[in-house]
């Protein structure tokens, strides 16, 4: 394990495997546990979840969805009752076979996801067209028991995440659902995480298990592997008819409404980390920073009181602007240990304040995103300060954009593609999306298709030569 009270000792274009693991240990994100493929999420990377958490609650209770819970245990006999979703699942189920001493009579599944359990037990609540839509959604952990190299937030056995179950009356409402909660988590990942993604659906052999179709958000890393942000799933009738979950209609005839689920999981902190952070550290967008602004007193022995007092002040000044700020008045650190935590720590705005700095009614600002240091006026920081936080989000978005276009290029042919591949990039190229096309493209190229675009436009498959639609075509997370 990385000592953790040091600074970065990598850098992050030469080793970016190794920067993840130091940024994640010595920023306190998390630390790796008895349990292989299994984290403790620390107090600064929940935080920033609790900030996610907070931001997507707002966007799905204004239009009536609600939390619940669901048990963490499924019996094996409802985990079956959906082929497709079974046979997708059971290579990463975990089985639990006994209790203390005493042998289960079923084996319960420790949930990989929940759609088996809550239509089991939603089908009495569901009688009429009228107690349509049903529009729920769950906050909990889950765990798929890969066998892959665990990645921290990106790649694990445990993680946590929400999932949304809705069921419709047809097939339209269902599929106006898919794409108002696809617009939510892009309106979460750009406009908070800062993080620029291409938007489409799953081929036929990616797409979820159980689904009729699947709808992506795609983001680019550093290194040319595209990460999965979040997915929105139509499922059509397959988990109604599966645990007979009827509804009597306005005619008086019964029939198995639509649904669809829907998810976002910490694997978008992983993405966050290694789209922005950089040699010195962590950086986190603004909008979603837990602490956006940290102010650091810098006193001599005599001079505490007074600037500490004056840096309270300035937070209870920040505070009512609606900023959020701390002071850092621990013991035992020099203002230089100080401010090289901040940027480990990704706190997007430093604000120092001395005794020079009183006497001038001013404060020093430092920009972890570009480390531009400038004075301001203590009387403009109100006014300022949210100005300051809103250009270093639009800076962050706008520089991963440029290191997304610089990593994705068009092919033409599938022998371009590899080329692109083999030079660590992502590929745009015309795709059917069939699975054979599917199976195909991994055979010759070790990859597979991410995502095939909502406004990419048509082209021909470079497997097949049928119709197809630009694709996002690489290696992943």
């Not at 082929?83 to 076979?97: D, L, R």
């Not at 794409?179 to 750009?190: A, H, K, N, S």
Request: charged residues 30%; proline residues 4%.
């Amino acid at each position: 394990m990385v000592e953790d009270t040091k600074g970065l000792t990598v850098r992050k274009q030469e080793d970016l495997s190794e920067w993840y693991q130091q940024v994640i240990l010595k920023a306190g994100l998390a630390r790796y546990t008895a349990v292989s493929g299994c984290i403790a999420y620390l107090p600064r990377s929940y935080a920033i979840w609790e900030r996610i958490q907070d931001v997507f609650n707002r966007m799905i209770k204004a239009t009536g969805h609600a939390n619940a819970y669901f048990p963490l245990f499924i019996p094996e006999s409802l985990f079956q009752r959906e082929e497709e979703h079974v046979e997708g699942f059971t290579p990463e189920v975990a089985w639990v076979t006994e209790a203390g001493s005493q042998k289960l009579r079923e084996r319960l599944a420790v949930r990989p996801t929940s759609e088996t359990i809550i239509y089991d037990t939603i089908r009495p609540m569901l009688r009429s067209y009228r107690d349509l839509p049903l529009l729920l959604n769950q906050w909990c952990n889950v765990v798929r028991w890969e066998f892959k190299h665990a990645t921290p937030f990106l790649r694990g056995r445990e993680f946590l995440w929400q999932e949304g179950h809705t069921v419709h009356a047809t097939r339209d409402e269902a599929l106006e659902e898919v794409y108002r909660i696809l617009d939510f988590y892009q309106e979460l990942v750009e406009d908070y995480l800062a993080i620029p993604v291409y938007r489409g659906r799953k081929s036929e052999g990616e797409k979820f298990a159980g689904a009729d179709m699947t709808t992506t958000l795609e983001a680019v890393m550093p290194n040319g592997r595209a990460v999965q942000m979040a997915t929105s799933h139509h499922l059509g009738e397959h988990f109604t008819r599966a645990f007979d979950v009827k509804v009597m209609g306005e005619d008086g005839q019964a029939f198995y409404p639509q649904s669809t689920s829907w998810g976002l999981s910490t694997r978008v902190i992983g993405a966050l980390i290694l789209t922005h952070g950089d040699d010195k550290g962590l950086i986190i967008p603004p909008r979603i920073a837990p602490e956006q602004a940290r102010i650091i007193p810098i006193y001599q022995r005599d001079t505490r009181t007074r600037v500490e007092t004056e840096a309270e002040r300035v937070r209870k000044l920040l505070e009512e602007a609606g900023v959020r700020v701390t002071v850092d008045t621990r013991d035992g650190y020099t203002p230089g240990w100080k401010y090289s935590q901040q940027e480990l720590e990704g706190v997007p705005l430093r604000i120092e304040i001395g005794m020079r700095d009183i006497e001038q009614e001013q404060v020093m600002l430092a920009r972890r995103d570009t480390g531009e240091r400038t004075s301001i006026p203590m009387k403009d920081l109100p006014e300022q300060i949210p100005r300051v936080l809103e250009d270093i989000q639009k800076t962050l978005y706008e520089r991963a954009r440029a290191m997304r276009d610089d990593l994705v290029k068009p092919a033409g042919t599938l022998e371009d593609v590899k080329t692109l591949i083999a030079e660590g990039r992502l590929a745009l190229a015309g795709f059917c999306g069939r699975k054979a096309c599917e199976e195909k493209l991994k055979e010759e190229t070790g990859v597979n298709s991410r995502v095939l675009l909502e406004e990419g436009g048509e082209q021909a498959c470079i497997i097949c030569g049928g119709k197809g639609v630009t694709t996002l075509i690489g290696r992943s997370y």
